[in-house]
């Protein structure tokens, strides 16, 4: 069996203690970081990726991040399981919990 497994990516983080251009780019290198993760999952023909530890920073990603971060997922064309969370809690108004839902519904892929 083939797994990824990664943790606390932190999806959105703001990086108040950093100069704006220096957070936008740290934004630009976890995002690009993840995209790349996915796509090596399905080029690789990856069966689960466990993301251990927190996927976003918090619950206020904007709808851009949640949407390429759904698409991200749904290339990869593997499982991937969640766990160890701490922020953003599960709830249903999270983040999380609506790339859940948006996977289940498209069957794209699926979050465990």
């Known amino acids: 069996m083939k797994i990824i497994h990664t943790g606390d990516i932190h999806i959105g983080s703001a990086f108040s203690l950093l ?3 220096k957070a936008r780019l740290r934004q630009a290198e976890i995002t690009d970081g993840f995209r790349r ?4 999952a399905r080029e690789n ?6 993301i251990a530890g927190d996927l976003f920073d918090d619950n206020g990603v904007s709808p ?4 390429e971060t759904l698409a991200a997922i749904a290339a990869a064309a593997a499982p991937m399981a ?4 701490n922020i953003p809690p599960v709830t249903p108004l999270s983040v999380i919990n609506s ?3 948006s996977l289940t519904a ?5 979050i465990i």
């Open 106 to 110: 498209k069957t794209a892929a699926r």
């Open 64 to 67: 851009q991040v949640k949407n």
């Open 19 to 21: 100069s704006a251009e």
């Open 37 to 40: 993760l996915c796509a090596y």
């Open 99 to 101: 790339i859940i839902i």
């Open 82 to 85: 969640r766990v160890g969370i």
């Open 45 to 50: 023909k990856i069966e689960v990726v466990l």
